[in-house]
């Protein structure tokens, strides 16, 4: 593997870069801020410092949506602009991308040929699944585990993921993340108690409270409006109020769980039980959330020490083993490959 090697992992609100000749990881948001409906004038943090503060002419766009590329163009746009600030962009490297293998063909291929008809101009493109990624990144040997379960929380899916041996037997992506969180407890709070607030703060309140714990009297007092004077004020927001938001999308994760786990064959699953389930995603080290899904699952659960960077770490193992490397990754231009058939 000659020449130098990029390891991408691109979430909805952040990207994450492992470049092999520096061994370094950077991240940047993967936010535009885009005037007039065409003129990009921001991108990554100096956008995303913008998010909810924008004036009307300004809009604050996400390239990606539901764990794909949703704005090729834009996409394409904020790649280029990461690489080419943090002097990544190096023509002819190869590029191995993390993608959710829950998704269409087209969707795939979108990844693929968002790097190798970019101005990166890459030697090779190659494609690894997330999960396996996850897994890697949590210090597993993914080709020597007879079952695992990973579980990524993330700001925009969770995905859901059961590998044995090196290779995929399950895989399900649930489109609800933290954004889907946050937006539950604003609409909750204004609907309970005539009083608005911004997803930021409601941001604040998840984070503060998180799923599980055994305070039930405790509040927040935030910044909004009433609804009701119209005018700003300032309310103490219960965590039951929080809780309650964040119960109905909780138990759609864990129902997704428990039938994952249901559906694997014995002898995964008995792996499974001994090892219990691998959180990942940066939403996994929400407070609580660990003890919730043990409760809930009745499995235990392992987390990572940095649950965020679980992917972009695994990809760097997966770039540096050749072993990793020709197991793990594939091409959607490989002789054979179900695309070209």
């Not at 609800?176 to 108690?193: E, F, P, Q, S």
Request: net charge positive.
């Amino acid at each position: 593997m000659a020449g130098n090697i990029f390891g991408l992992d691109l979430g909805t609100y952040e990207i994450k870069v492992y470049d092999k000749k520096r061994d370094v990881v950077q991240r940047a948001k993967n936010v535009l801020a885009v005037r007039n409906k065409g003129q990009i004038f921001a991108a990554g943090d100096d956008a995303y410092e913008m998010y909810g503060k924008s004036p009307a002419d300004i809009q604050i766009v996400f390239p990606m949506k539901d764990g794909v590329i949703a704005r090729f163009d834009d996409m394409q746009y904020m790649l280029g602009s990461f690489l080419e600030q943090g002097k990544h962009l190096s023509r002819g490297a190869q590029y191995v991308i993390a993608v959710p293998t829950d998704v269409t063909e087209v969707e795939k291929k979108a990844f693929y040929d968002l790097v190798f008809h970019s101005e990166a101009r890459a030697r090779s493109v190659r494609i690894v699944e997330r999960g396996l990624a996850d897994a890697v990144g949590s210090g597993f040997d993914v080709t020597a585990e007879k079952g695992l379960l990973v579980v990524n929380f993330g700001g925009d899916t969770t995905e859901v993921s059961v590998l044995s041996q090196g290779g995929m037997v399950m895989n399900r992506l649930i489109k609800t993340g933290g954004a889907d969180y946050d937006a539950a407890i604003a609409a909750l709070v204004r609907r309970n108690m005539d009083f608005l607030i911004g997803l930021a703060t409601a941001e604040r309140l998840r984070k503060t409270f998180g799923v599980f714990d055994e305070g039930t009297g405790r509040t927040l007092r935030v910044s909004g409006r009433d609804l009701i004077s119209g005018v700003p004020a300032h309310a103490d927001i219960p965590i039951s109020l929080v809780r309650a938001a964040m119960k109905e999308l909780l138990d759609e994760c864990v129902k997704a769980i428990r039938s994952m786990a249901e559906r694997t064959p014995p002898l995964v699953r008995k792996a499974i039980g001994e090892k219990g389930i691998c959180l990942t995603g940066g939403m996994a080290n929400m407070r609580g959330l660990r003890t919730y899904l043990e409760e809930s699952t009745g499995l235990p659960v392992r987390m990572a020490s940095e649950p965020e960077l679980c992917a972009v770490n695994g990809l760097r193992c997966i770039i540096s083993d050749n072993d990793y490397y020709r197991r793990l990754t594939y091409s959607m231009r490989d002789k054979g490959y179900r695309w070209l058939r």
